[in-house]
Every structure is written in structure tokens, then in C-alpha cells.
């Protein structure tokens, strides 16, 4: 399996700018959850689906952002519109729920915002 | 609500010497705890997990934890340092294989020839 795929790595856009970050996660796993990593809050939980259902979004800062995942192969976090604030590495994880499984991690988006 | 600290930002050791990084946890049901690696624009790599049964766990590239229930701690430690074990290391915890991981604020290691 090729991992957890995120696209794009790296993601330059302007203040006020849509920006729709992408992950497929590992073939079979039911849980798939969206990381924020600053350096100051470090890795903070924005949102996690249990098949494709989101469970808990409270750790999603604004009502600029928003997650969905149609099926079990895809997932979007969207941010509309940007704040420079928002800059940030996104990590996009899945792990196999029930089974005391670790997370397995994607590559992560690295955003600016300018 | 749990949550983990990891005391130390930054770790500095020389080469060949013990890797000590301290991870304690704060959880009201058993714990089930997480190291994970981070090298430089790179995601979180599993270097070892402590669920259920022996509390001394070993994981990849010579790592190891210890789980002790009594002092909620989960350090992690390696004999004699490498080079390539600079990076961003991670404590983290959960209470089952439904939720997710909480993670501590990481530990920068960095070695010394």
C-alpha cells in the first residue's frame, strides 16, 4: 500500500482565497482523522470520521473550515476564506479503528498564507 | 480528558550516549499509549505502542518504553544515540482503538558527535 496520500504538499495562497486540502487514506481503514501542526499549539485535532461519518468536529477553529468525505477512499478539509493565521502543516491520518491500531500518517500539506 | 506532557522541548545528548525523553499521561480509564518520529518535513512514524500485557515495549531503530501505571509515565529510551535519531519525537495517548490520538507538544532531539 502506498500510505496515506495527501496533495497538495505544499499549498501558497492569498488572504481570502478558498484552499481544499485532499487525502486518500490506507485501502481499509475506517477511521480517518485531520491534524493542525504549529509550532506554537503543536499537533491539534481538527476532525475525525468513523466510516465516513464525522464523530467529532469541536476541534475545528472556525465555520471557515469545513471536512467531508463522500467515501471511504476520500476526504477534503476546506478553508474558505484563508487567514494568514491559517498557515500551518495539515496531516491527514487513518488507522483501522476497534483493533488498538496506530495512525498512520500522510506526508502533510504544508500551508501559507499570505 | 486526557492529555500527555512531555518534559523537554529539546533533548541534546552526544553520540553513543542514552536517549532518555519523559512522556507522562493523564487518562481516567487505561491508557493505551504512542511514540511516534518526526524527521524534518516528514509526517509522524510509529517508532512503538503500548496497549495491553508486557509494560517494557520495544519498537524500531533500537527504541524502547517502559508503561508504569504508578507514576503515569511512558519514557521513552535508547542505549546509545545515533546520528540519524535527530528529530521531533511524540508521546501520545488514547483510551481505545475508537478515538483519537491526544498528542503531546513533541521533544526535538538533536545529537552531538
Known amino acids: 500500500d502506498a500510505g496515506v496520500i495527501q496533495s497538495p504538499r505544499h499549498e501558497v495562497t492569498e488572504m481570502g482565497q478558498e484552499v481544499t486540502l485532499r487525502c486518500k487514506p490506507i485501502?481499509?481503514?475506517?477511521?480517518l482523522f485531520w491534524y493542525r501542526q504549529t509550532m506554537m499549539r503543536g499537533l491539534e485535532l481538527l476532525i475525525y470520521f468513523n466510516n465516513n461519518v464525522p464523530i467529532d468536529d469541536s476541534g475545528m477553529p472556525e465555520d471557515r473550515f469545513s471536512a467531508k468525505m463522500p467515501n471511504a477512499s476520500f476526504s477534503t478539509l476546506k478553508i474558505q476564506p484563508s487567514e494568514p493565521r491559517d498557515s500551518a502543516v495539515y496531516f491527514c491520518?487513518?488507522?483501522?479503528?476497534?483493533?488498538?491500531?496506530?495512525?498512520?500518517f500522510g506526508q502533510g500539506t504544508r500551508l501559507t498564507v499570505v | 480528558a486526557q492529555s500527555v506532557t512531555q518534559l523537554g522541548s529539546h533533548v541534546s545528548v552526544s553520540e553513543g550516549a542514552l536517549v532518555l525523553l519523559r512522556c507522562n499521561y493523564s487518562?481516567?480509564?487505561?491508557?493505551?499509549l504512542f511514540w511516534y518520529v518526526q524527521y524534518p518535513n516528514q509526517g509522524l512514524q510509529l517508532l512503538l505502542k503500548y496497549t495491553t500485557g508486557a509494560t517494557l515495549v520495544k519498537g524500531i531503530n533500537g527504541f524502547e518504553a517502559e508503561f508504569k501505571k504508578s507514576e503515569t509515565s511512558f519514557h521513552l529510551t535508547k542505549p546509545s544515540a545515533h546520528m540519524s535519531d535527530a528529530a521531533e519525537y511524540f508521546c501520545a495517548v488514547t483510551n481505545s482503538g475508537n478515538t483519537p490520538l491526544v498528542f503531546g507538544k513533541g521533544t526535538r532531539l538533536s545529537v552531538i558527535a
Open positions: 491520518a487513518s488507522s483501522l479503528a476497534g483493533l488498538n491500531t496506530e495512525a498512520f
Open positions: 485501502s481499509g481503514h475506517n477511521s
Open positions: 487518562s481516567s480509564v487505561p491508557p493505551y
